[in-house]
């Protein structure tokens, strides 16, 4: 950052104003590469413009949350006029009304739906509601994938569980993706007893040997609920929806990234004789499911309905995937022009592509990933190792990142073939973001 920026005095306290200095863990510091900005000042279609004073290309997108663009125009309008009818009242506004009957008439194996500002408030919205329609204790968690939510169901099951007793820990099961074996053991071991399972459809490698549906009947036939969590794939990987393409019937299903261009809104979504617990119309126990204040504020609603109306009218999903077929292609001839292909692998689905850096002996290396991140943020792009494909990035920002990443994979190969590739790095290596001490 340039010493005299006007906000190097802000900055340089931010680790004493915010715990971390960010409101996710995977924005922060020890996340990027020294050469990514600090913070950002503002976003516009698929750029943003850090407090360094430079303009990014961004391929972050709000943690995959920003599927349109930055300041997306339709979006703005409808929440601009949203905005001028008021955010929030003593009862519900209409508008929880409209939107809710839109997601009920387009979601797969949805009867009913409720809203919330974040992702995690309905994963564990989905288990709380699991356990009671079960009476049962125990959560069954993929643990192949990254993330569900910051409560303590999931947190407890990773490196970083201070502050979750071991009582609460206790209660989260683990199983591996395209493993069925693993799930037929913890099934086995507490028969009974198992509440749910709970996973994406993907993250990374696709299902094999039809994993889903096996996972699927396995669940249902131990009694318990299938919670399928489509925060990230929800309207990226599948319009509006993947797991429905694996011929899938969730009890259960989350939404969030994908569906309002980074305004706060997730979607817990479900069939009705589950949901309806935390309904008025039963006379069973009653579940205290999602009651939050700001659960259904009317502008993160307005942009969800603009979103929707986006999506469809323009067709945005399987733009998505053509373009990063096109992108995934035109990256892999640069890897192989360079020689690297044994070391730098795309992988995941094309609208949501990762790229890996593994050593010679193909383990995954911390250090090269962070010398590749910093020469691509030197460089003018945003990136987290990750492509969250917008409808924004167009032609010219295709060709903007294969001519950068021609650049860097050149100054990677030397870096690649030093014996002192940490004379390299610029500031310190990327670490993970579960792990049990700074
Ligand atoms: C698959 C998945 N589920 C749940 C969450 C939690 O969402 P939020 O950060 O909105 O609480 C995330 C966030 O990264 C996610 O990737």
């Not at 900055?11 to 600090?38: E, M």
Request: charged share 25%; glycine share 8%; hydrophobic share 40%.
């Amino acid at each position: 950052m340039p010493k005299n920026s006007r906000f190097s005095a802000l900055l340089n306290k931010r680790h004493s104003l915010i715990p971390g200095a960010a409101h996710t863990y995977s924005k922060g510091d020890d996340q990027f590469p020294r050469t990514a900005p600090p913070a950002i000042v503002r976003g516009k279609g698929a750029y943003v413009w850090g407090t360094d004073g430079k303009k990014y290309l961004d391929w972050c997108m709000g943690l995959r949350s920003v599927l349109l663009g930055h300041a997306y125009e339709p979006v703005n309008r409808a929440v601009a006029k949203q905005m001028s009818l008021g955010t929030n009242f003593g009862r519900p506004a209409m508008i929880e009304f409209e939107f809710a009957n839109e997601l009920v008439k387009m979601l797969p194996n949805t009867d009913m739906v409720k809203f919330a500002k974040n992702g995690s408030t309905v994963t564990t919205a989905a288990t709380k509601l699991a356990r009671a329609f079960t009476g049962r204790k125990y959560i069954v968690v993929c643990s192949s994938q990254p993330f569900f939510s910051y409560d303590d169901w999931f947190v407890g099951t990773t490196q970083s569980p201070a502050g979750i007793p071991e009582e609460v820990r206790k209660l989260t099961l683990t199983f591996a993706y395209n493993d069925i074996a693993s799930l037929e053991r913890v099934f086995a071991e507490h028969q009974n007893e198992i509440a749910c399972v709970i996973l994406e459809v993907m993250a990374g490698d696709e299902p094999k040997d039809n994993f889903l549906q096996k996972v699927e009947a396995l669940t249902h036939r131990e009694g318990a609920l299938l919670i399928i969590d489509e925060m990230i794939t929800g309207f990226r990987y599948g319009f509006p929806a993947l797991h429905d393409r694996y011929g899938l019937k969730p009890d259960l299903t989350t939404y969030g990234k994908g569906i309002a261009n980074g305004y706060s809104l997730a979607i817990l979504a479900g069939r009705k004789e589950v949901m309806e617990l935390g309904g008025l119309e039963h006379k069973k126990e009653r579940v205290f499911l999602v009651s939050t204040t700001h659960g259904a504020e009317t502008t993160a609603l307005a942009a969800g309905l603009a979103v929707l109306k986006e999506m469809k009218i323009k067709k945005i999903q399987p733009a998505l995937v053509r373009y990063g077929t096109k992108l995934k292609k035109e990256l892999e001839k640069l890897v192989i022009k360079h020689s690297l292909a044994e070391f730098v692998q795309l992988k995941g689905a094309v609208v949501n592509m990762s790229m890996v850096f593994k050593d010679r002996d193909g383990a995954v290396s911390p250090l090269l990933r962070t010398l590749f991140l910093q020469e691509v943020n030197k460089r003018g792009i945003l990136f987290q190792g990750y492509f969250a494909l917008s409808y924004s990035h167009g032609q010219r920002e295709l060709q903007t990142t294969l001519k950068i990443f021609d650049k860097v994979l050149g100054e990677y190969s030397k870096i690649f073939a030093s014996t002192d590739r940490e004379a390299y790095l610029l500031g310190p290596i990327i670490r993970p973001v579960f792990r049990k001490y700074n």
